[in-house]
């Protein structure tokens, strides 16, 4: 498990990362900020400021719904977290050399 | 270029990257520490280090040529950064969008 996090680390941002792919893997569910920090091992105010990041980059998109904001990939973010998650893949293939 | 920096940050380790991609993209010459120190504006310290980590995990391979050392991608490291570069490539459009 260590080995996998350093191969990780070595060419990926590991929060980001891991939120974006927790997006795009987990489609089970509807998806809000506070689930994804439990998700992902980040803080909630870190989780918030990197989806208000990927937003910015037109990655996701923010629906009201009630009192909660609900996470959505844009096209241009699935496309991108389909290629992250792939890599993340091989990553591991890597690590298991 | 400030914009385009910001999104490759978001997700990949910058200087790891910039080296893996630049092992895959420039066939036209054999790679060195010194020349891919130089073409990816790292010190070259910096790249030996990145590089024996690349080495330890079976990406690449070197070949004492005289009193330099070759440096080449296994396979295992060449399919690793035909990924990574599909991913820069990917992330530069997000930064066009």
Do not use: W
């Amino acid at each position: 498990m260590a080995a996998m996090k350093d191969v990780h680390n070595l060419f990926l941002q590991e929060k980001p990362t891991r939120i974006l792919v927790a997006l795009y893997r987990d489609r089970s569910q509807e998806k809000y900020a506070s689930i994804l920090a439990k998700r992902t091992d980040c803080t909630y105010s870190h989780t918030v400021k990197v989806l208000d990041e990927f937003a910015e980059k037109g990655l996701v998109t923010f629906q009201k719904s009630g009192r909660k904001k609900l996470i959505e990939l844009t096209d241009a973010g699935r496309s991108l977290a389909e290629q992250v998650n792939q890599l993340v893949t091989s990553l591991h293939e890597v690590n298991g050399h």
